[in-house]
Every structure is written in structure tokens, then in C-alpha cells.
């Protein structure tokens, strides 16, 4: 059961562009949504994260909207650069549960000069 | 410096021949976990551990076992390997009710 549902499955943006990530969860419980950066041959990493009682934080380029009430989060990179070129993730967790991240299937972003 | 390690970063190996992936971290975390990352599937856990000696499944626990005698490790283990569990599987840690998790730099793991 697919609980955290994650698109587009890749992405090509220009150098500069706006990227944007989409996710949808179905667990109510979840109150913890973290993005998380993987690049070839390393381990996701956690670029940010957001809990449920704001609509939006922004860390630098980096934006999660969040709509509790759609069940969606998305994650905005704004003037996107070839260096933003990795793996994608997010996930929800129960963080007072298991600590569990259940996450998305990931969205490899490309960036073109 | 602060960190995740896992051992060995890859291994090729056959059917039935019992292996150990280890997992250490050096930040004092209670929470340790084991994924596994299949393409177009994400991550999805395996085992999970809240403190010394208490473990738990997770999402994909068959054919792996785990341990947690001492607080920084959390092994993996894989009694008798199959193909379908070759894969690159990640350990992570962190704080109980702090969010962020840590993660190793994976392991590829190839069963023939």
C-alpha cells in the first residue's frame, strides 16, 4: 500500500527555472514531512522538513507548501541549479510513533545549462 | 565527526551463504533503522530499533533479522540470502521525537 504518493518520477529544468515536486499522503496520523536529497552513491540526506501546523517553510531556494486539508506537500527549488541534480524523496512519519519515515518513490531531477 | 557507517559498501555473494551487514553511529541516537531502496519503489524499512534490545518489523522484515546489544550498532542480518533481496539497503539513526534521520552511506548488496 502505496501511502505516500510521489511525481513526477523524473524532471528536466533549466538552469535558473523553478523545479516543483509533488506529494500526496493518505495517513492522517502522519505530522512530520521531511524532503529529503540523495546524489549517486551517497545516502538521502534531509534538505527540510515540515509539520502540519504551517502551510509553508522556506530554507534558501528551498520551499515545502504544505495543504493539510488536500493532503498534499510539494517542494519548490527556485532558481534551480546543476547542482540541485539528484534524487528527490519525501516522507511523512508519525514522529511520536515509530519514528518510521514512510516515503515517497523518489523524483530524479535534472538540471540543463 | 558525526556519522552513520556501514560495512561492507558492497558485496556480491550467492544463494543460501549467511552475511552481516554492520551499521555503527556515533551520535548517541536511541532510534536505528534498516531500508531498503529499490528503484521506483523509494525506501521502504525493514527492521527498526527504539533503544538497546528492542526491535521491531517493518514494512519488509522477511528473509532479514536484526540486533541491538550495544546502543551505536544495529547489524543486519541475512540468514540465506535470495536474488530478490539483492538491492542497496541503508541504515539510519536519530533522536527519538527529533525528526531527522541520518542515514549511512548505503550498501549494495548483489545476490546471484
Known amino acids: 500500500q502505496q501511502q505516500v504518493k510521489q511525481s513526477p518520477q523524473s524532471l528536466i529544468v533549466q538552469k535558473g527555472g523553478i523545479s516543483i515536486i509533488n506529494c500526496a499522503y493518505e495517513n492522517t496520523a502522519f505530522d512530520y514531512f521531511p524532503w529529503y536529497q540523495q546524489f549517486p552513491g551517497k545516502g538521502p540526506a534531509l534538505l527540510i522538513a515540515i509539520r502540519p501546523d504551517v502551510s509553508e517553510k522556506k530554507e534558501g531556494r528551498f520551499t515545502i507548501s504544505f495543504n493539510k486539508s488536500a493532503k498534499q506537500f510539494s517542494l519548490h527549488i527556485m532558481d534551480s541549479q546543476p547542482g540541485d541534480s539528484a534524487t528527490y524523496f519525501c516522507?511523512?512519519?508519525?514522529?511520536?510513533?515509530?519514528?518510521?519515515?514512510?516515503f515517497g518513490t523518489g523524483t530524479r531531477l535534472t538540471i540543463i545549462p | 565527526e558525526a556519522q552513520v557507517t556501514q560495512n561492507p559498501r558492497y558485496l556480491i555473494t550467492v544463494t543460501g551463504k549467511k552475511l552481516t551487514v554492520t551499521c555503527s553511529q556515533n551520535m548517541n541516537h536511541e532510534y536505528m533503522s534498516w531500508y531498503r531502496q529499490d528503484p521506483g519503489l523509494g525506501l521502504r524499512q525493514i527492521y527498526y530499533?527504539?533503544?538497546?534490545?528492542?526491535?521491531d518489523k517493518g514494512d519488509v522484515p522477511e528473509g532479514y533479522k536484526v540486533s541491538r546489544k550495544e546502543k551505536r550498532n544495529f547489524p543486519l542480518i541475512l540468514e540465506s540470502p535470495s536474488p530478490n533481496q539483492t538491492s542497496l539497503y541503508f541504515c539510519?539513526?536519530?533522536?527519538?521525537?527529533?525528526?531527522?534521520?541520518?542515514f549511512g552511506p548505503g550498501t549494495r548488496l548483489t545476490v546471484l
Open positions: 516522507a511523512a512519519s508519525m514522529n511520536f510513533g515509530n519514528e518510521k519515515l514512510t
Open positions: 539510519a539513526s536519530s533522536l527519538l521525537g527529533r525528526g531527522e534521520q541520518f
Open positions: 530499533s527504539m533503544n538497546v534490545e528492542v526491535t
